[in-house]
């Protein structure tokens, strides 16, 4: 769902999205599959073409357990903290078309996003919140309700292994092959 930068007051506006209400359902279906989902977000503007964007959403994402191979669905709670600024051009030799030091920047700060035509696309922002928010390797967490996790995951020491003994071959000799050999 897209937001009208323009219809937000300037004491800024909340917002609250769910599975019921359905506001991103369309676009968060691939990604959180049928899990519930909440987003809770303000939006304020800073200037007249920049604004605040601060909330979070809490969900579930289906996985695969990267250790037992059962299906999960990973717990998902992220905030976020953007400045939305209006669409950038980047000609090839333009000032943001140069190396960007993004690594210097500090942790925790504010991110920002880009909008078009004074319309932010809220609904694409959360789907890449919640796809960004899954490890590489998602594992079963420890207790599901409560209760230990059926996750086979391998006990410390008894990991895959192969009993059976391998044949192994003497190595031969390099200098083998010159007993062999005869001078004429």
């Given at each position: 769902?897209?937001?009208?930068?323009?219809?937000?007051?300037e004491e800024g506006r909340s917002y609250v999205w769910t599975s019921k209400t359905g506001e991103a359902n369309a676009v968060l279906a691939d990604i959180v599959g049928k899990n519930p989902y909440e987003a809770e977000f303000f939006?304020?503007?800073?200037n007249s073409k920049?604004?605040?964007?601060?909330?979070?959403?809490?969900?579930?994402?289906?996985?695969?357990?990267?250790?037992?191979?059962i299906d999960i669905d990973y717990p998902v709670n992220e905030k976020f903290h953007e400045i939305l600024i209006p669409k950038q051009g980047q000609p090839r030799n333009g000032k943001y078309s140069k190396v960007n030091h993004v690594s210097d920047l500090p942790d925790g700060g504010p991110e920002f996003s880009e909008y078009e035509n004074m319309v932010f696309d809220m609904g694409e922002f959360l789907h890449e919140v919640v796809a960004l928010a899954a490890p590489f390797n998602p594992a079963c967490p420890e207790t599901i309700d409560g209760k230990p996790s059926d996750c086979r995951i391998p006990e410390e020491g008894q990991l895959f292994s192969y009993d059976e003994e391998m044949p192994v071959e003497k190595p031969?000799?390099?200098?083998?092959?010159?007993k062999n050999l005869k001078l004429n």
């Open positions: 769902m897209k937001i009208k930068l323009t219809e937000v007051p939006i304020k503007p800073l920049d604004y605040e964007l601060t909330g979070r959403i809490v969900t579930k994402s289906p996985e695969i357990c990267s250790r037992c191979g031969q000799s390099p200098f083998a092959a010159l």
